[in-house]
């Protein structure tokens, strides 16, 4: 069909159209497909939920192969049917699929090839191959910097985790991004990947320190990730009450850093730690691996049996809504590591907690598990909030060249220059020229109220 109509003059333009119908209607089928097992599924199944994402995303990426060829080998690479497999993917890659966004999913993809315990059991070739193929498909998503800042909540888990699989897998990824969308894109997250290289050197050089101090020496093993501070995404920081033994590992810690640099100051982000405890329980002891939040509740009853809410809330000084999380997870969950009363599955103000002798497992380490925040509405936060910096910058820049300039063309122009990273809504550059109005970096001119004029 390609040879035959490319005879005639304006042959293509119908072939390309049907072509770009039926890719849109063959991925709108898949989204749809997608949005129905989503809907059919029973809540509790929540690992299934992320395979099912899992093999929509590999469906569109087959898709995607299956009509490149088609391009490449029938249509001879021609640019009208190039535009056509572009426009087609465009309309259906940014589709959500039951609530997510295509950017959250494909970050999502990446986090589940890249991590340990890789539920596809993949060669590095075929991870190499399939990270390719995500960033290709980036390329037709115009949310860019919300897929930047999922891959980034995602890659700073495996990271301070221990999830990654591969260093060299995490560094591919990033350049075949940074070709795609620039290095502004991935600068962050090529400084988050340095820090954790920078932060073993660091972690040595600590453990010589304490070697050769043995005074200082805190009878704890500690390990200390130091991470810059502008790389990593923003974490609540609480300043929780530490029991005695940890206080000392941070004070050790303190002193150590302090005979590296002289100007830099520490934040401890305790909620991403994790602490190895021994419980002596009446059957056997058992290594209990939790978070430092957990540790430091846990380490309380040491000093008493039993301990009212109101009591845990005072001594470890944090909010309300993590104290219930935290005892929700050692006394509602699987592990029941602290016995409360009355014996119900949530936690109120009244309730008294005391430690659980009888406990006993079959493991001699476990971990337990602590529920984690649902970090999506932060995540669609931070990035409205930084759009609105992007778009307030790129006016200013077009208004500083051009001086003078008509709504609809500053508009267009900022539309223009931001599409790169996402599309900007009309109302909210709208809105950002009124902000930047009454900031005095523009105004309006007196005789026609569709102008603006650039005030240096």
């Not at 090529?190 to 660091?202: I, P, S, Y």
Request: charge should be positive; proline fraction near 3%; glycine fraction near 4%.
């Amino acid at each position: 069909m390609y040879r035959l109509f490319s005879k005639i003059s304006r042959g293509l333009e119908p072939i390309s159209n049907m072509f770009k119908t039926h890719v849109t209607n063959e991925g709108t089928a898949l989204v749809k497909q997608a949005e129905d097992s989503a809907s059919n599924k029973k809540p509790e199944k929540k690992d299934i939920v992320g395979m099912q994402e899992q093999v929509f995303v590999w469906k569109i990426i087959e898709l995607h192969d299956k009509y490149v060829a088609y391009v490449t080998e029938c249509f001879q690479g021609h640019t009208l049917f190039h535009k056509a497999l572009k426009e087609a993917f465009e309309v259906f890659c940014n589709k959500g699929v039951s609530g997510s966004s295509s950017a959250e999913l494909l970050a999502t993809f990446c986090d589940n090839i890249l991590k340990k315990g890789c539920s596809e059991k993949l060669s590095d070739e075929a991870i190499e191959d399939a990270l390719e193929k995500v960033v290709r498909m980036l390329a037709y998503i115009s949310d860019k910097d919300l897929f930047a800042e999922f891959y980034r909540k995602k890659l700073a888990r495996r990271l301070l985790f221990d999830k990654s699989a591969n260093d060299e897998h995490e560094r591919s990824i990033l350049t075949k991004l940074k070709q795609q969308c620039g290095g502004q894109f991935t600068s962050k997250m090529e400084g988050m990947v340095t820090d954790l290289t920078v932060a073993r050197d660091h972690q040595t050089k600590f453990e010589e320190f304490v070697a050769g101090h043995p005074e200082l020496n805190p009878g704890i093993d500690l390990a200390v990730t130091v991470l810059t501070t502008g790389f990593w995404p923003s974490y609540k920081t609480f300043d929780i009450n530490l029991p005695a033994e940890m206080v000392k590992c941070v004070e050790v810690f303190k002193e150590f850093y302090q005979t590296r640099t002289k100007h830099r100051k520490l934040t401890w982000i305790y909620s991403l730690g994790t602490c190895n405890i021994n419980a002596k329980f009446d059957a056997k002891p058992i290594e209990l691996i939790v978070t430092t939040y957990q540790a430091a509740l846990l380490l309380l009853f040491n000093g008493s049996d039993r301990l009212s809410y109101s009591e845990i809330v005072t001594q470890l000084n944090l909010s309300d809504d993590d104290v219930v999380r935290l005892l929700h997870s050692l006394s509602c969950a699987k592990y029941k590591i602290l016995n409360k009363e009355p014996a119900s599955r949530s936690i109120s103000p009244n309730d008294v907690f005391e430690f659980n002798s009888k406990f006993t497992d079959r493991m001699r380490r476990i971990k337990v598990p602590l529920p984690p925040v649902d970090e999506k509405k932060k995540v669609v936060e931070d990035v409205d909030k930084d759009r609105r910096y992007a778009i307030d910058a790129s006016i200013v820049r077009i208004m500083k060249s051009r001086k003078v300039m008509g709504h609809q063309q500053l508009v267009a122009e900022c539309v223009e220059q931001l599409s790169r990273m996402f599309k900007p809504d009309f109302k909210a550059i709208k809105k950002r020229i009124e902000d930047l109005i009454t900031r005095d970096y523009l105004e309006r001119d007196k005789d026609n109220a569709n102008t603006y004029k650039y005030l240096a």
